[in-house]
Structures are given as structure tokens and as C-alpha cells.
């Protein structure tokens, strides 16, 4: 093939495609989720060993590939879990984090770090709020317990499915934990 | 001002570069040539500039650019209208060696753009404004939230070449947390072709075209794509006359305030003509507008 780039179109190309400084765009930190969401409560790290099991289990609750890793995961000394998880964004990964109380249900929920062009929604604390007081006991589901932002479909699905795995890791992992722990 | 492929491409650099660094914010084309179902969000705009390159024909040089200009319009979340201005410049010498085109020569200049009134002896040069299109994709299904995003699209072009009514299905399910995608698109398209003597020249065109795309790091996707063609001498698809297979790789970059991609097709052994179209094949290939290799590049911005 003789193919014979003409020069001024390549150096045009690698200006026009020359990466822009871009920033992750950072909410917040996770301490400073940590102090929002659980206030005035000293967390402790907690991490857990995540099975094939369990990740199977959350995969197919929330229907989420992407694995989850169990080392984003603090404990309140009343019971309160602070968790972080990431997933996929439209160009890359969405950072957030869930406050659950001791019995599980939703306390909070904030987005760590969005990094694309559209979405921004997301973070929008009315929206944010429609998670408040879920359980795995609930679907969270897009489209049908949580309302969809048109423009920002497929950020608002995954966070929703994200919330919904962490959920049902305090129903299959973290609950029984929390119930050892107080057997002893 | 006489325009040149130099002076085309110049421009829509410049043009892409001003508005890159002052809008700075990205939108999405995963496939060279494949549509999918991620449209502007309500109210968002986006600059996208395309640059195809179909080379090679059954002998000599053929080198057809063409260039899209286009503006995007979300106006509402699932209906997306866009223009554009679309540019060309055509190279073409002893491209061509059937003998039903070229008659006793061994070789002989022919093909899409070159008016049938030119000396096939001689080459063919020519680079211009080609016209305009305007656009739109109504978004049935979206396949973040459905098994099958389903969408229609419509497309009229005004050119100095050919005018055109395209009508294509969008077809497109994600898999894998939406980083792989598969689309199809359904291509309907009726043609009159303005360089030939009588300046009216019916054709008409069904394609095929489908394709994967895999995000296999963040911000990158690459993928490959095929293209089933067939071309017909009348409209509404009456009396088919080529018939040809292209498949080919697809890259993409998208980043928050731009994106990139480019794909290269590859007209595969095999193609055949038929109906009275047997000028325009040779070498188990088809041409007209066709080559052995087509590349793209297309770059994307949102502005607002």
C-alpha cells in the first residue's frame, strides 16, 4: 500500500488531538466523604477478602462486571459502614461512596471523582437523595425506584447499579460480620 | 481561490484547532463509518470534523478526499439533528483497466467524480465545495437502559457531484457494563449522480454495516467493522449492479473535552458486478466510488 501521509495533515492531527491538561475533576476526598456523610464518628478500616462467591453474588444482584475490591471499606464503632467502589463512566471510571446505617439501608451517597464531558447531574444532591434509606431489600433500579437524568443515562444506571451492589454486600458479607463481631 | 486537498485540509485543522482550544470540553463516535444511538444530550452541541481517504483502484493512482464539517444539535435527549458542509478532492489516473471502460488501452482515468465527458488518456484532477447535508437521528430505544437501542436516521445532501436521500436503521446493544458494543446500521439511500454527460443519473444503495467496539483501557476503544455493499443502476433498489464486502479495524480515543477516531477498510477479493455495471469491476473488485482502502479520522468537540 503506498500510503503517503502529507505532513501538514499530520502535524494538524497531532495538534488538534495533542492531550489538553485535563484534570480529574474531584468532588471530594474520601476523608472529606467520610467527615459528610458519617460526621463526628471516628471509622475504622475494615477491609474484607472478596470470594469468587460474593462477587459473583453482587454481580448478578446489580448485573455490575466490573469487580469490586473489598479494601474501600471503614466500619463506625455504632455500626455505620462507609464504603467506596468505582464504576465504569462513559470514558472512564466514576469514583463515589455509600454510608449505610448499622441495619444497612442508605445514609448518603457522594461522587469522589467524574471525569466526563456530560453527566454532571449525577452529582446533583437531588438526585443523590432518591437512594436515601434503600436496602437490598429494594430494586435500584434505574427506571423504576430511581429516576432517570435524560443526557446523563448511562452514569445515572451504573451509580445506580453500584448502589445497589453495596447494598447487597451489607446483606451477604458485612451483616454477618457486623453480627460476629457483636456475638463477641 | 482555487481549493486545493492542501488548502481543505488546512482549514479544517485550523477550524478544529481554534475551536479545540477554545471550547475545550467530548462527545462520541466509536466506528469510522458505523452510527450508534449516543447522541448530544439536550441542548448540547458538538463540532465534528471527518476526513475520508478511498485509495487505490485497480491500477494507476486514485486518491478521492472527502470532507465533512459537521455541527450537532441535541434537541431533546433522543432527537439529534446536525449540518454539514462536505468538501472533496479527486486524483485519479489510469485507475481503471476493464475493457468495457477503457476499450482497446490497457488502462484508462474513470470512476466517481470523473465526468464522463474527460479524456480517459489523460489524468483527472478536481477539488471543490461539494455541497451540504442536514441530518437527523430520532433515538426509539437506548441501549444504556434497553437490550436493543433501536434509532432512525435521515439524511438529504444537495452536491455538485450527486444529490441523495439516505434513510438508515440504527441498530446497538451494549454488553459488559456498556464498554462493548455491537451496532448495525440498515443503509437506503437514492442517488442522482450529477457528473455524468446528462446530469442525471439514477442509482440507488442498500449496505450492511456492522461492528464491535471494545473499551479495553479507559478512554480507549478499538474494534473492528465490515460493510456489505451493493449498488443498483435504478431507484428503490431496482437492477443491482455491484456488489462488495469491506471489513477493517476501528480506533477511539475520548477523553472529556475531545475524542478521536480513526477506522481503515479493506475491500476484500470477491466483489462482482452485474446488470450492466461490468465496467466498473475488475481485479474481483468493484469501484466507482470505491477502492481497495478507505481510511478515516474524525474528530469531535462538544462547545458547549
Known amino acids: 500500500m503506498n500510503w503517503k501521509p502529507n505532513p501538514l495533515f499530520m502535524l494538524g492531527l497531532a495538534i488538534a488531538t495533542a492531550p489538553i491538561i485535563a484534570q480529574a475533576k474531584i468532588y471530594v476526598s474520601v476523608e472529606q466523604a467520610q467527615q ?29 462486571r466490573h469487580p469490586f475490591q473489598g479494601d474501600r471499606i471503614w466500619r463506625a464503632a455504632d455500626g455505620s459502614w462507609f464504603i467506596v467502589d468505582e464504576v465504569v463512566g462513559k470514558h472512564e471510571m466514576i469514583t463515589y461512596a455509600v454510608a449505610l446505617n448499622p441495619s444497612g439501608a442508605v445514609t448518603g451517597i457522594e461522587i469522589l471523582e467524574y471525569v466526563e464531558s456530560y453527566g454532571y447531574e449525577v452529582a446533583e444532591a437531588n438526585w443523590r437523595k432518591q437512594f436515601l434509606g434503600k436496602t437490598a431489600a429494594d430494586p435500584i433500579k434505574l427506571n423504576q425506584d430511581i429516576q432517570n437524568i435524560g443526557g446523563a443515562t448511562l452514569s445515572c444506571k451504573h451509580l ?11 446483606d451477604i458479607a458485612l451483616k454477618n460480620q457486623a453480627l460476629s463481631l457483636k456475638a463477641k | 481561490m482555487k481549493m486545493t486537498i492542501k488548502r481543505l485540509v488546512a482549514f479544517s485543522i485550523l477550524l478544529a484547532t481554534a475551536l479545540h482550544f477554545s471550547f475545550a470540553n467530548a462527545g462520541e463516535g466509536a466506528f469510522g463509518w458505523i452510527y450508534t444511538l449516543d447522541l448530544q444530550p439536550k441542548g448540547k452541541l458538538e463540532f465534528e470534523q471527518r476526513l475520508q481517504l478511498n485509495k487505490q483502484q485497480a491500477a494507476g493512482t486514485y486518491d478521492a478526499w472527502t470532507a465533512r464539517t459537521e455541527l450537532e444539535y441535541g434537541l431533546t435527549n433522543d432527537l439529534q439533528i446536525a449540518g454539514y458542509i462536505n468538501s472533496y478532492y479527486t486524483s485519479a489516473s489510469q485507475n481503471y483497466t476493464n475493457p468495457e471502460a477503457c476499450g482497446d488501452s490497457s488502462s484508462c482515468t474513470g470512476g466517481y467524480g470523473v465526468p464522463s465527458s474527460h479524456d480517459p488518456a489523460t489524468p483527472y484532477r478536481k477539488s471543490g465545495i461539494e455541497g451540504g447535508s442536514l441530518e437527523a437521528i430520532y433515538r426509539l430505544t437506548n441501549p444504556v437502559t434497553s437490550p436493543v437501542g433501536v434509532g432512525l436516521y435521515l439524511e438529504p445532501t ?10 438508515r436503521l440504527l441498530l446497538q446493544s451494549n454488553f459488559i457494563d456498556d464498554r462493548l458494543v455491537l451496532a448495525g446500521n440498515l443503509v437506503v439511500a437514492n442517488e442522482r449522480l450529477k457528473f455524468i454527460e446528462n446530469g442525471n443519473v439514477p442509482e440507488s444503495m442498500l ?9 479495553f483501557a479507559p ?14 443502476s435504478e431507484l428503490n433498489l431496482h437492477n443491482q449492479v455491484q456488489r462488495a464486502t469491506f471489513v ?22 470477491g466483489g462482482t458486478c452485474m446488470g450492466g455495471g461490468e465496467a466498473e469491476c475488475s481485479n474481483a473488485r468493484v469501484w466507482d466510488s470505491h477502492s481497495v482502502n478507505e481510511f478515516i479520522v474524525k474528530v469531535g468537540f462538544p462547545l458547549n
Do not use: C
Open chain 1, 36 to 64: 459528610i456523610l458519617i460526621p463526628n464518628k471516628s471509622l475504622i478500616k475494615n477491609p474484607i477478602i472478596i470470594t469468587d462467591e460474593l462477587q459473583d453474588k453482587m454481580r448478578s444482584a446489580s448485573s455490575i
Open chain 1, 160 to 170: 445506580t447499579d453500584g448502589v445497589k451492589r453495596v447494598a447487597v454486600l451489607y
Open chain 2, 158 to 167: 444537495w452536491g455538485r457531484n450527486k444529490d441523495e436521500i439516505e434513510a
Open chain 2, 207 to 215: 449496505d450492511l454495516l456492522v461492528g464491535a467496539s471494545y473499551r
Open chain 2, 219 to 232: 478512554k480507549w476503544s478499538a474494534g473492528v467493522e465490515a460493510r456489505f455493499h451493493n449498488d443498483y
Open chain 2, 248 to 269: 477493517g479495524p476501528n480506533m477511539h480515543y475520548a477523553a472529556k473535552d475531545w475524542w478521536v477516531t480513526g477506522a481503515w477498510r479493506y475491500q476484500l477479493k
